[in-house]
């Protein structure tokens, strides 16, 4: 079984960046729990899913959390400035709305917050099995259920499995040599040790994404010295945030239709986008003209402006907002570092160009595994293979949530379900309802379980790939959506509305019902 300690660790020795998994002894089983359907993960994913469910009258499920608190990526990246780049409004479920927002963008302990109000509201909390680390889960043909296996040694059978683990959810640390030997602190954004006080610290952050450009500007005030590691310089365009007015929340909670209406307008601006992301890039021109004028009218240094200026096409990665990390450069205690880091020593950054940059602590802003997979947790599937196996050319999915070989197993935010221009929690909702139908669907026909064909699996796959090819993702850049043979596995290359649409119902005729 895979291990992926994901702890933060201090000082020499941590073990969290020595790879991508190391095999450990599997635990004894100690229990057997019988149960209709095991979510794993309670994040946006599982949690939406499990609020359905009960609302299909469907009590017979648990949900295997690893942490001991629920929330997922919004209860692990807890970072300083942490927050969404998606208005409230429509970065939360459109069946529990939420008219208490205070920003425009929500932050991070807002959005926890609010995943807790709809634990209590939904009554999930009995479903909820903390600190369940899922380490395996075993297709049993024979028996047509999965037998899911956790660290602790407890073992759920169950008729259906659904992931709820999303593709960002572990840490991706970088291979740079030398990284056990630094003696001072070290840790990933997105498990921030808030022991280490960094005021008056030489600090060194590697990364320039969306997380870093948030903790950056925070952190900057109060560090002794800040080395940032640019690798790629990303776009950023102003980011129009505010407190919400307290006349507008008194609208939202008492008026349905200016709720609705509002939830509206907010999807379609961005919904938008998509024509410039996967119909035609040129009309990303004018994005790229803001982009550009902002990091000059918050840049007088043309050397920084030159610095922070990508030569790649806006779009190609995430698009990044923000009104306070391009000031944060210009401080005389920040320093952006764009050499090459050759490697680690125990008190320094070196870079290719020989410069040793001496440092107390290190920050890792470098992104997650997104192409990992389920990673860690090891699917096996029908035949014993195992969804490693199944992907090692790269992930594919059926509509992102079914895949063959895979009967009853269902990815939440799975490949090709991911978004750069709108709100995830709505791809989500469209999976949710997808699933549903399929759990209809086995009653109706009397069948036990569903494996989607693969020849429908690879002819969507083709589609996915058609159309990824004139979308800017594919315009020249390195970035988390493409795998290593360049194939995007992560974005969803359409309107969403598009994907609401083909995920409405199941199409019995794409998949193979076994045990009716
Ligand atoms: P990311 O976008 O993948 O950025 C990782 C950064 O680390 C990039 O600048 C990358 O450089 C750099 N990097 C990686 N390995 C490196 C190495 N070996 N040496 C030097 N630099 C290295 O990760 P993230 O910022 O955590 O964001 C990931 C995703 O999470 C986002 O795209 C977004 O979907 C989500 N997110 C959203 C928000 C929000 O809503 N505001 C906030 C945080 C995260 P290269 O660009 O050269 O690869």
């Not at 022991?195 to 969306?210: C, E, M, N, P, S």
């Amino acid at each position: 079984v895979y291990e992926v300690s994901a702890g933060q660790n201090r000082g020499n020795g941590p073990r969290w960046f020595e790879g991508r998994a190391m095999l450990l002894e599997r635990p004894p089983v100690r229990a057997t729990t019988s149960t209709g359907i095991v979510i794993i993960g309670s994040g946006f994913a599982g949690l939406g899913m499990a609020i359905k469910l009960r609302a299909a009258g469907i009590r017979d499920f648990v949900i295997l959390e690893r942490a001991h608190d629920i929330g997922g990526t919004w209860r692990d990246n807890r970072y300083p400035g942490c927050a969404c780049d998606i208005p409230s409004e429509l970065y939360s479920f459109s069946f529990a709305r939420n008219p208490k927002w205070s920003r425009v963008f929500p932050t991070q302990p807002e959005i926890h917050e609010y995943l807790r109000a709809c634990v209590d509201k939904y009554d999930l909390e009995r479903h909820i099995r903390y600190d369940s680390d899922v380490i395996e889960a075993r297709y049993d043909a024979e028996r047509v259920l999965w037998q899911v296996e956790t660290r602790g040694g407890t073992r759920f059978e169950a008729s259906v499995l659904i992931s709820g683990m999303g593709g960002l959810s572990n840490p991706a640390m970088p291979q740079i040599s030398g990284l056990a030997e630094f003696a001072g602190p070290q840790f990933h954004s997105a498990r921030w040790d808030h022991d280490v006080d960094l005021a008056g610290k030489r600090v060194a952050v590697i990364g320039t994404g969306a997380s870093a450009i948030q903790f950056v500007p925070e952190i900057a005030p109060s560090v002794g010295h800040l080395s940032l590691f640019q690798r790629t310089p990303p776009w950023i365009v102003p980011k129009i945030d505010g407190p919400v007015d307290p006349r507008k929340s008194l609208l939202l909670k008492y008026l349905p239709g200016y709720a609705w209406l509002h939830r509206t307008s907010i999807y379609l601006t961005h919904e938008v986008r998509a024509l410039g992301f996967t119909v035609d890039p040129k009309l990303l021109r004018t994005v790229e003209k803001i982009a550009k004028s902002h990091i000059k009218r918050q840049i007088a240094d043309p050397a920084l402006r030159a610095t922070v200026t990508p030569n790649y096409r806006l779009g190609c990665k995430r698009i990044l907002i923000s009104n306070d990390y391009f000031p944060a450069l210009t401080r005389a205690n920040v320093a952006v570092v764009t050499s090459d880091i050759a490697r680690v020593e125990d008190d320094a950054v070196v870079t290719s160009d020989g410069s040793r940059h001496v440092v107390d602590v290190i920050i890792y802003g470098t992104g997650f595994r997104a192409q990992d997979g389920l990673a860690p947790v090891r699917i096996v599937g029908e035949g014993g293979r195992t969804l490693d196996e199944a992907w090692s050319d790269g992930m594919e999915a059926y509509l992102g949530t079914s895949v063959a070989g895979f009967p009853n197993l269902f990815t939440l935010v799975g490949p090709n379900v991911g978004l750069g221009h709108n709100s995830m929690v709505f791809m989500i909702e469209s999976q949710v309802a997808y699933v549903l139908d399929a759990l209809r669907q086995l009653r109706k026909r009397g069948a036990r379980a569903l494996d989607v064909l693969p020849q429908v699996q690879r002819s969507f796959n083709d589609e996915i790939r058609a159309k990824t090819k004139k979308t800017v993702w594919m315009s020249g850049c390195r970035s988390w959506y493409l795998d290593k043979n360049g194939r995007n596995t992560s974005l969803w290359p359409g309107f969403t509305f598009d994907f609401r649409r083909r995920t409405r119902r199941i199409e019995p005729s794409r998949y193979r019902w076994i045990g009716r």
